[in-house]
């Protein structure tokens, strides 16, 4: 990947950032291709982007656009990052669902509403009612 294809991803990155009103951090270690489509079928399906980055590209972004600073310390490892926009729970209730069933997908981190909250606050996330 060329300076010019990282700068453009880190440009992405940021404008996704900038304009969620949440964004989750999940582990997907162990994942298999079936089960990681039907995960992002669910998400679209409620107005969710499921976006894979190198994690050295999200901290750049993160770094330039000077928020979410506290999830940069969950950024190892195999990271799969949810983005809304419209309904900020609805990552958390689907990932809680997917790893109730399946027990490979989990939440590392997430910022809801300029709030963060960690990953063993999934189930207080997904049982909160919508709005």
């Given at each position: 990947m060329d300076r010019?294809?990282?700068?453009?991803?880190i440009s992405e990155i940021k404008e996704l950032l900038e304009s969620s009103s949440a964004?989750?951090?999940?582990?997907y270690h162990g994942i298999n291709v079936e089960d990681i489509s039907s995960l992002r079928n669910q998400f679209r399906s409620e107005g969710v982007r499921y976006k894979v980055y190198k994690n050295t590209l999200?901290?750049?972004?993160?770094?330039?656009s000077g928020k979410y600073d506290k999830i940069v310390d969950n950024l190892t490892g195999m990271t799969g990052f949810a983005f809304t926009t419209t309904n900020p729970l609805a990552p958390a209730k689907i990932i809680n669902k997917y790893f109730g069933d399946k027990e490979k997908l989990s939440l590392r981190a997430c910022y809801v509403e300029g709030e963060y909250f960690d990953g063993s606050q999934l189930k207080i996330l997904a049982t909160i009612p919508t709005k």
């Open positions: 010019n294809e990282k700068s453009e991803i964004v989750y951090l999940t582990d999200v901290k750049r972004a993160l770094k330039e």
